[in-house]
């Protein structure tokens, strides 16, 4: 079901990285992070990059465009002043914003990078850079480097996966060859042994 799959996502051609695009951007974004899958997909493409159905660099491009896109989106809430947890009271709690704001105040402008790398906090944290008002030129700088260091890193363990199973296809496929090949000498060797045991018969028959 899989193998068969592959060959319809290859057929979206350039809509599949405007699918990429939005599976990054909504990944970082404070309402759509948390239910969101955008760190799987990008998961995923890589392991079809791996399959040869799309460019790696292209792939790279996409994914940190929707990546930087969401986060500016969620800087841009914070300095504005929004409250996720009053607004969205039943998707998040006051103590997730709260472990947002000391991580930030903790790690500063490291956060924006580290932050993009913790599943529970990653929309949150340019939300709080916003709120905490980090300077856009702090800010954006971290934004656009983290970016392209996670969209390349998540791409490049789908990628290594692929690899991986692509090779164990092949070493699977040379084990069946081996295994057709011992079942075949085994069951030839038998007949040739039922022979041998027929002549042998034959010939003690004849002679007594």
Request: aromatic share 16%; no cysteine.
């Amino acid at each position: 079901m899989f193998e068969q799959l592959l060959p319809k996502l290859a057929d979206l051609g350039l809509w599949a990285y405007v699918l990429l695009f939005g599976f990054a951007l909504a990944e970082s974004i404070v309402v759509l992070g948390l239910v969101i899958p955008g760190a799987t997909f990008v998961v995923l493409f890589g392991f079809l990059i791996a399959q040869g159905m799309f460019n790696f660099g292209d792939a790279v491009f996409f994914s940190a465009l929707g990546a930087i896109l969401g986060d500016i989106f969620g800087f841009v809430l914070g300095r504005r002043g929004v409250d996720p947890a009053r607004r969205f009271p039943k998707l998040f709690s006051q103590s997730t914003v709260d472990r947002a704001e000391k991580f930030m105040n903790d790690y500063g402008i490291a956060g924006v990078l580290l932050g993009r790398f913790i599943g529970p906090l990653r929309p949150f944290v340019p939300f709080m850079a916003g709120a905490l008002k980090m300077s856009w030129k702090s800010f954006m700088a971290m934004n656009i480097f983290s970016g392209v260091l996670w969209a390349g890193s998540y791409l490049a363990i789908g990628y290594f996966f692929g690899q991986f199973w692509s090779s164990i296809n092949r070493g699977l496929q040379w084990v069946g060859v081996g295994m057709v090949i011992i079942i075949g000498g085994y069951l030839f060797l038998r007949w040739m042994g039922q022979r041998r045991r027929v002549r042998k018969v034959r010939k003690e028959a004849l002679m007594g």
